[in-house]
């Protein structure tokens, strides 16, 4: 593969969500065992893992001239969806710039883009590149607003239709604003702290200050001037504030009569996105971000319940209700099957039952043991997110069946068929596993001298007699 190919994967690689990054390369690992195209596989991996890493962060900040549409492109970074999920105000599918670019390439400002690649072809001085860049910002801005302005008549559905299908076309419009405006959103997002844990008071007052320009105002712009904000706070949730501080208000229909409101929407839509993705890895077993997961949702939801006072009727209300529900019932659907993949590992069987060379996969125990941390997450969680129920019981009979299942396990090492030793060996060795994760470290230590008593003493008297 040539140099540029693997840059334009390392870039797209880059631009997914830590999720997917820790998916795919659990997927190309997993090919690697199988023994299937090796080459693809550890090509990605290794890409991967110099992304996770953080390797080639220096490198990669440096912007690249040989690749006009990313230079044209890059004032839309920070408000690009990734994923095939709806998109919200403030956000602009990756997938819509590159029809968007060929468009304007095409026929929304062919001079100007030719006039922009000669440039970045004939200079390699940051400031002409800049210059040049900010130019074909202007034009394609320019272009863009004509086609979307609202004129009545076929012509206008037919040069859109040449833009691209219908979700480039809704993207359109706010490609331009964006490109127009890059100047304002750059000086917001420059007069932003790179994080703010809590978003208070005095972090509000700052904040409002930051957006009291006219060109970031309008309906088509403010949602990506939140989102930039929202972007900056460690619990995004809370951008929820800067509404309830314009509305002066907590009560929910004078928050959505504000321009504002748009951040409740935000927040919202932020959390059913976060929703999905666990959902989504729930469904495939991949438990590696629950924890996080779980908190933001819990932490969400609680915040826009206790800081807005919300109907359960209305819009906003329905939509929060939705998001309980939906993770509730994705939880409690998984937590319910923990304890039957617990028991077929640890159930005890009569010597006959058992054949030989019978095993177990531990594969198997690692992801029962996985699931049962999943429980264990869960409950710190489990109250808001309306399954304290079934977590607090689902989680006491593991407990308990774990507990005396080891016991009973480690007492079968005494005496039992020498064809069946090796079985049992596996069931305690899993069981201890599953001590580690329910009762900590020591408990599975002590587990594992009583295993080493249980087997000396099995040979003493086996010799003896």
Same mark, same amino acid.
């Given at each position: ?53 953080? =390797?080639?962060?220096?490198?990669? $900040?440096?912007?690249?001239? &040989? %690749?006009?549409? !990313?230079? @044209?492109? #890059?004032?839309?970074? +920070? ?63 320019? =272009?863009?607003?004509?086609?979307? $302005?609202?004129?009545?008549? &076929? %012509?206008?559905? !037919?040069? @859109?239709? #040449?833009?691209?299908? +219908? ?299």
């Amino acid at each position: 593969m040539s140099q540029s190919s693997i840059e334009r994967l390392r870039d797209y690689l880059a631009q997914l969500p830590p999720q997917s990054q820790a998916l795919l390369m659990r997927e190309f690992e997993r090919a690697i065992e199988r023994g299937e195209d090796a080459a693809v596989a550890n090509l990605v991996l290794e890409q991967l893992r110099k992304i996770v890493r953080g =390797a080639e962060e220096d490198e990669e $900040a440096q912007p690249r001239t &040989d %690749d006009p549409a !990313r230079l @044209l492109f #890059r004032p839309l970074e +920070p408000f690009l969806a990734e994923t095939n999920f709806p998109t919200r105000a403030g956000q602009i599918r990756r997938a819509s710039l590159l029809p968007v670019w060929q468009w304007l390439a095409r026929e929304g400002a062919p001079e100007a883009a030719r006039e922009f690649q000669a440039v970045l072809a004939t200079t390699s001085e940051d400031s002409s590149t800049e210059a040049a860049t900010r130019k074909f910002q202007l034009a394609a801005a320019v =272009a863009i607003v004509k086609i979307t $302005a609202p004129v009545q008549g &076929d %012509d206008r559905q !037919r040069a @859109l239709s #040449r833009v691209g299908q +219908p979700s480039v076309v809704e993207d359109l419009l706010p490609i331009g604003l964006v490109l127009q405006t890059r100047d304002a959103l750059e000086t917001l997002g420059s007069r932003l702290p790179a994080q703010v844990r809590v978003f208070a008071d005095a972090q509000i007052a700052s904040v409002t200050e930051a957006l009291k320009v006219p060109s970031l105002q309008t309906p088509q712009l403010l949602p990506f001037a939140l989102s930039l904000i929202a972007q900056r706070l460690v619990a995004p949730w809370q951008i929820v504030r800067l509404a309830i501080k314009m509305a002066a208000s907590d009560d929910e229909l004078r928050v959505a009569a504000t321009p504002y409101g748009v951040a409740v929407t935000i927040a919202l839509h932020d959390l059913s996105f976060a929703a999905a993705c666990l959902r989504t890895d729930i469904r495939r077993g991949h438990f590696e971000y629950v924890g996080e997961q779980l908190k933001t949702l819990h932490d969400g939801v609680r915040g826009l319940r206790t800081e807005l006072d919300l109907r359960n009727d209305s819009t906003w209300g329905r939509q929060l209700t939705s998001i309980r529900a939906d993770t509730s019932n994705a939880l409690q659907s998984e937590i319910d099957s923990v304890p039957g993949r617990v028991r077929r590992i640890l159930r005890q069987r009569a010597d006959k039952d058992i054949g030989t060379g019978a095993k177990i996969d531990m594969s198997e125990v690692e992801d029962a043991a996985a699931l049962i941390d999943f429980v264990a997450v869960c409950r710190t969680y489990a109250s808001e997110l309306a399954i304290n129920e079934v977590t607090l019981r689902t989680y006491s009979d593991l407990q308990h069946y774990v507990e005396q299942s080891t016991e009973g396990l480690v007492q079968s090492l005494r005496g039992g068929e020498a064809r069946v030793l090796a079985f049992r060996q596996q069931q305690v060795k899993a069981a201890i596993r599953f001590c580690e994760v329910l009762f900590g470290h020591d408990y599975a230590s002590l587990m594992n001298r009583a295993v080493e008593n249980a087997m000396t003493g099995d040979r003493k008297s086996t010799r003896a007699s």
